[in-house]
């Protein structure tokens, strides 16, 4: 680093955008605790692989790239965002 801070963004939403308790994130990293929560390391896929990523989290994970976010966290107490499915788990 060059002595400037690095901030990176963060896109949260609540756990409700989730299909069920244990949802697949495909083949990426994800970090969670034992009260429903995820974090979920964003990188660019490449229009090839985006197939590698679940059908539930594809308009989650376009929106956090356009948006710069390297971050998704799925929270319990975030806000429901209208644009993506809600589930009732």
């Known amino acids: 680093m060059t002595g400037k801070d690095h901030i990176e963004k963060m896109l949260v ?3 409700g955008h ?5 949802p ?3 083949p ?5 605790d034992e009260e429903y929560n995820w974090a979920l390391f964003v990188k660019s896929v490449s229009i090839d692989d985006s197939s590698e990523i679940p ?8 929106y956090a790239l356009k948006n710069s976010c390297s ?7 975030a806000i429901q965002l209208d644009q993506f499915k809600l589930y009732d788990w």
């Not at 989730?18 to 244990?22: D, I, K, R, T, V």
């Not at 059908?55 to 376009?62: A, K």
């Not at 971050?71 to 107490?77: P, S």
């Open 71 to 77: 971050i998704i966290l799925f929270d319990r107490d």
């Open 28 to 32: 990426f990293r994800y970090l969670e």
């Open 13 to 15: 939403l609540s756990t």
């Open 18 to 22: 989730a299909p069920s308790s244990s």
């Open 24 to 26: 697949s994130f495909g």
């Open 55 to 62: 059908l539930w989290l594809l308009p989650i994970w376009i």
